[in-house]
């Protein structure tokens, strides 16, 4: 659901029906998915629109307007034969867009991608201010999270060294992953970011590090015997 009227209007609209209301019922017969909410934050610009385009979509969106208040797309996914609803909440990274809005982001948030750009410093230098939102918004410790550094198809204008990214990363205990949503051979790792939380939230297991794919390649995280596919 892409929200793009007055904010005040899509508040009353979005926000004022429940967690089982944003989630409507299968059709009989069908097994109902277990449904969750995942919260996509950082600063504005650093593409965390067109991430989640990419994973739910498949496509990039050359020229994406700001984000006002929250963008909400949905998409399931069968796991082991188990079929999962990720509910993924494109926030708004500019201030003025966020006010009204903020204490809704984080209500029963099951999971949290916190976004920077790997050509802006200052995005990865926002980082541990958005960790202290999600903190200040009850996002309790067990809330599993993941850190992406997008638009690695701008090598030659990076600002932020993987091995900086990673050491916040082990500080916090998040898994980074680094991709882009602009390069279609990237989106296996933007899918694997979505696919490692499902897997994580369906399981409850912790996630497991494994080594990149390819060394000096974009890091990301698998785990063995688990495949998924997709229904949009
Ligand atoms: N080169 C490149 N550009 C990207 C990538 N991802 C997004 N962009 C561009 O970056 C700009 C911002 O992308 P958005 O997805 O709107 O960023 P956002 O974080 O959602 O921004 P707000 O809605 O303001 O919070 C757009 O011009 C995108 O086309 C990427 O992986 N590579």
Not at 55 to 71: H, S
Not at 96 to 122: C, G, I, P, Q
Request: hydrophobic share 35%; glycine share 6%.
């Amino acid at each position: 659901m892409a929200i793009e009227n007055n904010p005040v209007e899509v508040f009353d609209t979005v926000f004022n029906r429940n967690d089982a209301q944003l989630s409507p019922r299968l059709e009989h017969g069908t097994p109902e998915a277990r449904t969750f909410k995942i919260i996509v934050i950082g600063d504005s610009n650093v593409g965390k629109t067109c991430l989640t385009y990419r994973f739910c979509g498949g496509i990039f969106l050359k020229n994406p307007e700001a984000t006002i208040g929250v963008d909400f797309r949905e998409k399931t996914l069968e796991l082991d034969g188990e079929r999962i609803k990720l509910q993924i909440w494109d926030t708004a990274g500019q201030e003025r867009f966020r006010k009204s809005m903020v204490e809704h982001y984080y209500r029963n948030v099951h999971a949290v991608v916190y976004v920077y750009d790997v050509t802006s410093l200052a995005s990865f230098q926002s980082l541990p201010e958005w960790i202290g939102e999600c903190s200040r918004h009850s996002v309790g410790p067990m809330v599993p999270r993941i850190l992406v550094g997008n638009k690695c198809d701008l090598g030659g204008h990076r600002e932020v060294a993987t091995s900086h990214a990673q050491r916040l990363a082990d500080g916090y205990t998040f898994p980074l992953f680094e991709t882009s949503a602009k390069d279609p051979a990237e989106k296996e790792h933007v899918d694997a970011i979505f696919l490692t939380l499902a897997y994580r939230l369906k399981s409850h297991k912790p996630l497991r590090l494994k080594q990149p794919i390819e060394s000096g390649g974009p890091l990301w995280y698998q785990r063995e015997h688990e495949t998924a596919t997709c229904q949009c």
